[in-house]
């Protein structure tokens, strides 16, 4: 089944170590993005590419960066985790932004732990 | 700007009941859709519904139906017939349907159902 697949389900890392998360999708989708979900909170977009337009939100932490390197991968990196980034990591994606009744599809989440 | 409000923290509903979750939204745009996403404690959300500005009917989707009331800017979900595994986190959202744009979402109500 065409879907869309996070990896780890769960990471656990340092205060201050980077981490990468990464998303695949077989939908051959043309957009991707990356939402930060905080408990009991709404889904936080932080960026999204457009093929490979960055897209970054304008309240997104520099800290947050992203990487496309195709169009089926897509990677979230926290270049020094503070304890605030604990959080749901959520990848979605959709055929073309701002059109019609396509529904973004998300993954399962990588739930982000810090010590 | 878009804004969606979900005034509804919390719901309880019995099993086979039908439950109603509230979504108001606020846009200047007149061309628009809207989402229904059902998030369970795993984490994945999961797309039950959608609803264009200009859709005539409302939307039905099985047991998920949308109550769109354009005038008044609300897109209500009704779930028909609750079962346990519908007890969930409900997020309302909507995107422009303008060149490039991304969703806003709500807030979110949590459903409970209850055997």
């Known amino acids: 089944d065409a879907m869309v697949i996070q990896n780890p389900r769960y990471q656990v890392t340092q205060f201050g170590k980077p981490v990468t998360l990464s998303c695949s999708q077989t939908?051959?989708?043309?957009?991707m993005y990356w939402y930060q979900q905080k408990s009991s909170q709404a889904p936080k977009l932080l960026f999204h590419?457009?093929?490979?337009?960055?897209?970054n939100e304008a309240d997104t932490p520099d800290n947050f960066q992203s990487r496309r390197p195709n169009t089926s991968f897509c990677f979230l990196d926290i270049r020094s985790p503070g304890l605030g980034d604990a959080a749901m990591y959520l990848c979605?994606?959709?055929?073309?932004?701002?059109?019609?009744?396509?529904?973004?599809?998300f993954g399962d989440g990588t739930r982000l732990s810090i010590l | 700007a878009q804004k969606i409000t979900q005034t509804q923290p919390g719901m309880f509903v019995q099993e086979k009941e039908a439950v109603t979750l509230d979504c108001t939204y606020d846009?200047?745009?007149?061309?628009?859709?809207l989402f229904w996403y059902k998030q369970p404690s795993s984490g994945e959300m999961i797309f039950l519904i959608y609803?264009?500005?200009?859709?005539?009917q409302n939307a039905t989707e099985g047991r998920y139906s949308l109550n769109f009331q354009k005038a008044r800017k609300s897109a209500n979900l009704v779930i028909s017939a609750s079962q346990l595994g519908d007890s969930a986190m409900y997020f309302c959202?909507?995107?422009?349907?303008?060149?490039?744009?991304?969703?806003?979402f709500g807030k979110g109500t949590m459903l409970l159902v209850s055997p």
């Open positions: 979605a994606t959709s055929r073309d932004p701002g059109q019609g009744r396509q529904p973004q599809h």
């Open positions: 939908l051959n989708h043309n957009v």
């Open positions: 590419y457009y093929d490979k337009d960055f897209n």
């Open positions: 846009t200047s745009d007149q061309s628009y859709g």
């Open positions: 609803q264009g500005s200009y859709d005539e």
């Open positions: 959202a909507m995107r422009p349907n303008s060149g490039y744009s991304t969703l806003t």
